[in-house]
């Protein structure tokens, strides 16, 4: 079963930032926070991931609680190409541990 | 960053017909490769692990002899459906881990094959 629990579905308006949230209460101090998205009818696309640090790249922010139960993803201006779901996942340690899917949430960006 | 090719991206076969998905990493080495199978408006489910050299483990539920999992390099492994039936029609993704082979790498996706049995 999924370790995370996001939203069904949030909207934002193009340009804005978009903040989608993810718990994760029970985390272990070894797992990962990952990100990932998918576009209809496409592959998932890594997005971001992290341990416990807050992390930046070219696509999105990631802030983690201090305590590790919970998470936000930052997409910084949301564009209309960022309409998709998003995958909140918590992945262990060992690298041969696959991602479990969650039901995600689906993000729509507003013209 | 780390590409993964899935090839064929759409396939219709007839029932009773066996279908070859093939996914390769084309610009690192993969030791493992997972499988996931996605119905409409469902999240992506596991199917299987695969390992290169070695046999695929496959998740409670999906049939080792229905769905064939061959991992012959490092580079390429293969999901070959036996017999399709209709309800095996779906969306098919595999994905393939780069890195140190932590859980500090990311998983990589391929685009996925759609699979159509008639």
């Known amino acids: 079963d999924a370790k995370t629990t996001q939203p069904t579905s949030m909207d934002c308006a193009e340009g804005r930032a978009a903040n989608l949230p993810c718990n994760h209460s029970?985390?272990?101090?070894?797992?990962?926070v990952y990100w990932y998205r998918q576009i209809h009818s496409q592959g998932p696309q890594y997005i971001i991931h992290?341990?416990?640090n807050n992390e930046t790249n070219e696509m999105a922010s990631l802030i983690i609680t201090e305590d590790r139960k919970s998470s936000t993803l930052i997409l910084p201006h949301a564009t209309l190409r960022d309409t998709a779901v998003y995958y909140c996942?918590?992945?262990?340690?060992?690298?041969?541990?696959?991602?479990?899917f969650g039901k995600g949430t689906r993000l729509s960006v507003i013209a | 960053g780390a590409v993964v090719s899935q090839h064929p991206s759409r396939v219709i076969c007839k029932s009773g017909t066996s279908v070859k998905i093939e996914c390769r990493s084309l610009?690192?080495?993969?030791?493992?490769m997972f499988w996931y199978r996605q119905f409409p408006k469902q999240s992506l489910m596991l199917m299987a692990t695969?390992?290169?050299?070695?046999?695929?483990?496959?998740e409670q539920g999906v049939e080792k002899d229905k769905f064939l999992i061959n991992h012959a390099s490092l580079t390429l492994s293969t999901l070959t459906v036996t017999s399709a039936h209709p309800e095996d029609s779906s969306f098919y993704i595999c994905?393939?881990?780069?890195?140190?082979?932590?859980?500090?790498?990311?998983?990589?996706f391929g685009n996925g094959t759609r699979l159509t049995v008639t």
């Open positions: 994905s393939a881990l780069s890195g140190g082979g932590t859980g500090n790498s990311p998983l990589h």
């Open positions: 029970t985390i272990s101090g070894n797992e990962y």
């Open positions: 992290g341990l416990k």
């Open positions: 996942i918590v992945r262990g340690y060992s690298g041969n541990t696959p991602l479990v």
């Open positions: 610009d690192f080495q993969a030791t493992t």
């Open positions: 695969s390992n290169e050299g070695s046999k695929a483990t496959y």
